[in-house]
């Protein structure tokens, strides 16, 4: 069985780095074939697919972060890591993570429950 | 803004089959296959479809996808309540650094 859960901050300040991380089990990101999304929801709104994490360690990135995230995997920890530098309002948004992988064209299975990050000051 | 364009809304009654579209521009939908996802009130997206038109494990045949040029569909036939859910189309942009986009949403509403 497949689970996701994310975890990180509920509230953070303009301008701080957001450090979130996706903590999984059923599988290994290590693995030929596997990858780790995060995709986040502002409140009321559409998914944004923010970057993916492969399992050779390639990584890709929304034009929208604009080089603000860096996303990183632990695999004796069981977990990926995305860090948002210098957050502002508009980031404030349920934060979720995924696993794709190439098998289903690295479109998303498996999901966590989700994240609500808020950025206020 | 997303790169996908999906309607708003659609609504229709119980028993009866809806269609959602999702338009793209050609960079994306060319040479890279749609997912569908079904997001339900307070709750995390659901894969319906994937590669155009198959789907997981665990999903009803009512749902169906098809994919033709700059344009996907999803299908839903035999609608029930519980299909009231927020539908998002995603596929992969190919054109300088791959990246992932999810469509606008569409909301459906069973009457």
């Known amino acids: 069985q497949i689970t996701l859960k994310e975890s990180g901050p509920a509230l953070v300040k303009p301008t701080q780095t957001l450090t979130l991380t996706c903590t999984f089990s059923?599988?290994?990101?290590?693995?030929?074939?596997?990858?780790v999304a995060w995709i986040r929801q502002p409140p009321g709104k559409a998914l944004e697919w923010l970057s993916l994490?492969?399992?050779?360690?390639?990584?890709r990135y929304s034009p929208s972060m604009k080089s603000r995230a860096t996303i990183t995997k632990d695999s004796s920890k069981n977990q990926v890591v995305l860090t948002m530098t210098n957050v502002d309002p508009t980031d404030t948004a349920t934060y979720f993570c995924?696993?794709?992988?190439?098998?289903?064209?690295?479109?998303?299975?498996?999901w966590g429950q989700g994240t609500l990050v808020t950025v206020s000051s | 803004q997303s790169m996908l364009t999906q309607a708003p809304s659609v609504s229709a009654a119980p028993g009866q089959k809806v269609t959602i579209s999702c338009s793209g521009k050609s960079s994306n939908f060319a040479s890279n296959s749609v997912s569908w996802y079904q997001q339900l009130p307070g709750t995390a997206p659901k894969l319906l479809i994937y590669?155009?038109?198959k789907r997981p494990s665990g999903i009803p045949d009512r749902f169906s996808g098809s994919k033709s040029g700059t344009s996907a569909i999803l299908v839903i036939s035999g609608l029930q309540t519980g299909d009231e859910a927020d539908y998002y189309c995603?596929?992969?942009?190919?054109?300088?650094?791959?990246?992932?986009?999810f469509g606008s949403g569409t909301k459906l509403t069973v009457l």
């Open positions: 590669e155009n038109n």
């Open positions: 059923g599988f290994s990101v290590n693995t030929d074939g596997v990858g």
């Open positions: 994490i492969y399992w050779d360690d390639d990584k």
């Open positions: 995924a696993q794709g992988l190439s098998s289903k064209s690295f479109s998303y299975d498996s």
């Open positions: 995603g596929t992969w942009d190919t054109t300088v650094n791959a990246f992932y986009v």
